[in-house]
């Protein structure tokens, strides 16, 4: 039973750049998650794809945007990167969105160095 | 504002005791808290929910209380192993369904 799987796993760019991140959610799990962890720190909200749209989106720019695809599952798009977008980016699947009481799957994550 | 606090410092402990770990939160009332998880360079691992009307919640060698007016949640590991090692987060759902987390307490039981 395939977890949650996350690429690339490392990746560098440039001040400027885009980027896209890929998320392939755990089987039979159809709500997708995106968070942001600096170092040291918590994971921070980005946004939640259910059946192909955003639902719920936390307090990130418009630079960072997202797509669910029919098949559950997703990317994050970053445009214009700045340094401080360097961090780990999580995805995160569930059954459902709203108050999952099984708790959240996590991927490794990517994480994102902008030079 | 609403905040989640996480004893930012290192808890050590020796092999075999238990280990106590806080998270305290302002400014919410959350039907739900979890606890993760997670290891250097790898994403969070869901341990424990615990409800609002549930004060206390078991598994295996794990233990969750959950305070609504002392508006804390307690994390036990009785019988700490060396491999219990990691950084432990406590997350919980603010009223936009959106998973608000604390910044996490790394936990190192020594042998």
């Known amino acids: 039973d395939a977890g949650v799987t996350q690429s690339p796993t490392h990746l560098i760019k440039t001040r400027g750049q885009q980027v896209t991140l890929r998320c392939s959610p755990k089987s039979g799990h159809d709500t997708v998650s995106w968070y942001q962890q600096a170092l040291g720190q918590g994971p921070q909200f980005i946004f939640q794809?259910?059946?192909?749209?955003?639902?719920q989106r936390g307090n990130f720019p418009d630079r960072f945007s997202g797509h669910q695809f029919p098949n559950y599952s997703s990317e994050l798009n970053v445009n214009a990167l700045l340094l401080g977008d360097s961090a780990l980016y999580l995805c995160a699947s569930s059954l459902a969105p709203g108050w999952g009481s099984d708790g959240y799957t996590f991927g490794s994550g990517t994480r994102l160095t902008v030079v | 504002s609403q905040k989640i606090e996480q004893n930012s410092e290192a808890l050590n402990i020796q092999e075999g005791k238990t280990a106590t770990l806080t998270c305290n939160y302002t400014n919410y009332s959350p039907a739900y808290l979890q606890w993760y998880r997670q290891d250097p360079g790898r994403g969070p691992v869901f341990l424990l929910l615990i409800r609002e009307n549930e004060k206390e919640k078991r598994k295996e060698r794990l233990k969750v209380t959950f305070d609504t007016t002392l508006k804390q949640s307690l994390f036990h590991i009785t019988a700490s192993q060396p491999a219990d090692s990691a950084t432990y987060l406590c997350?919980?759902?603010?009223?936009?369904?959106?998973?608000?987390w604390g910044a996490g307490t790394k936990l190192i039981i020594k042998p």
């Open positions: 997350a919980l759902y603010n009223s936009n369904y959106q998973l608000i």
């Open positions: 794809y259910y059946e192909e749209e955003e639902r």
